[in-house]
């Protein structure tokens, strides 16, 4: 008895404790990992049973000691706990692919199959239901669909930046719940994106394994004035005190703020006062403040200084290829591609009256550039 109320106290330690840390800011990557160990644990565990003869080989027996009825509500609990965390799992095989991952296919597979796997050893229990243990998944399964609750909730109004950088982004944290942004619960960092540079779709060098995005410059996304500059903080040292590190806040003419964080040290070209226009060059990407690697820490939010009351915005990129769309965790986003200045020239002699040979055009384009 003692070792059964003891396993079902630690089963559910470790479920509360996984779901928690994934609330707070250690993303879904903790909750995967929980899972896993939980398909090792199970099967020790259903082992030691077997052996002990104190397995239910047919649950759906009455001769086998335990009513079905107990095991369906801890299958039931199971099988919605699941799912809910392959939900999580979704955005983190999206954004796998530019840190250079060639085990796509495999790490879905590892995680598919464990999870029909801890789903399977549910069909054969212990001879006794452990109250600790459904309480467990039943208050973790609660949390989890409150975490994704506001994801079925209509966003705030968004506002309209330019892309801070030149080329694609992929976005690494961010969206409307905390499983998909580990900002999420910090009401002053709640809209908040983390931002990757990429080259070639990929963020990472595969011979260093250092960040593409390092150094590359950082483009105002908006036109305004510069109301912070920090600046000379080091790169590659985590300092939780100073969270941004390097910084730059810009006022906005509609009287929304704009924060660029975790910018390269003495890359800030712009001093406070100065005016900016949106994709003018202000710094370079960097890793300061509390970064474990290069990226643009971006946000909107209804002040200057960031504290307790701060609201934020969600954002938007007008000159994205998918304007509309609030990027969230596991999205690359891409500039718009503009027409080939041929197409451009036949387009504004139609409207003139006077076509043009799209042949003639591209000759006359080929002589020009030699």
Not at 19 to 47: K, P, T, Y
Not at 149 to 156: E, G, S
Not at 205 to 218: I, L, N
Not at 350 to 364: A, C, I, K, N
């Amino acid at each position: 008895m003692t070792h059964r109320l003891s396993r079902s106290l630690l089963a559910a330690l470790v479920v509360l404790i996984s779901v928690g840390a994934a609330l707070v800011g250690l993303g879904s990557q903790a909750l995967n990992l929980v899972v896993l160990g939980a398909v090792v644990m199970g099967i020790v565990d259903r082992l030691w049973g077997l052996r002990r003869r104190d397995i239910v080989l047919a649950p759906w027996k009455k001769q086998e000691g335990v009513p079905w009825r107990a095991h369906r509500w801890q299958l039931g609990l199971r099988v919605v706990f699941g799912l809910l965390w392959a939900t999580t799992l979704v955005s983190l095989l999206r954004v796998l692919p530019v840190f250079g991952s060639d085990a796509r296919v495999g790490f879905a597979a590892a995680f598919g199959v464990t999870l029909l796997l801890w789903l399977v050893l549910a069909l054969f229990p212990r001879c006794r239901v452990d109250l600790a243990h459904n309480v467990a998944f039943g208050l973790a399964t609660t949390t989890l669909m409150f975490a994704w609750l506001p994801a079925a909730l209509p966003p705030p109004a968004p506002v309209a930046l330019t892309l801070p950088v030149h080329g694609e982004l992929a976005v690494l944290q961010g969206g409307p719940t905390p499983i998909m942004n580990h900002h999420y619960l910090l009401a002053r960092q709640r809209h908040a994106l983390d931002l990757l540079w990429l080259e070639g779709g990929q963020a990472v060098d595969p011979d260093t394994g250092e960040a593409v995005g390092f150094r590359q410059p950082v483009l105002a996304p908006a036109a305004g004035e510069v109301v912070t500059v920090v600046d000379g903080l080091p790169d590659g040292e985590l300092r939780p005190a100073e969270p941004a590190g390097n910084h730059i806040v810009i006022a906005m003419a509609d009287g929304r703020y704009v924060l660029l964080a975790h910018l390269e040290d003495e890359s800030i070209s712009v001093e406070e006062g100065d005016r900016v226009t949106a994709g003018q060059r202000i710094a370079a990407l960097g890793n300061s403040g509390n970064s474990s690697m290069a990226h643009l820490h971006l946000q909107v939010q209804d002040g200057p200084t960031l504290s307790a009351s701060t609201k934020t915005f969600p954002i938007r990129f007008d000159d994205a290829a998918e304007p509309e769309r609030l990027p969230q965790r596991g999205d690359v986003v891409r500039p718009r591609q503009r027409a080939p200045r041929a197409v451009e020239s036949v387009a504004h002699s139609f409207r003139r009256g006077r076509p043009r040979s799209p042949t003639r055009l591209s000759v006359r384009s080929s002589r020009h550039r030699r």
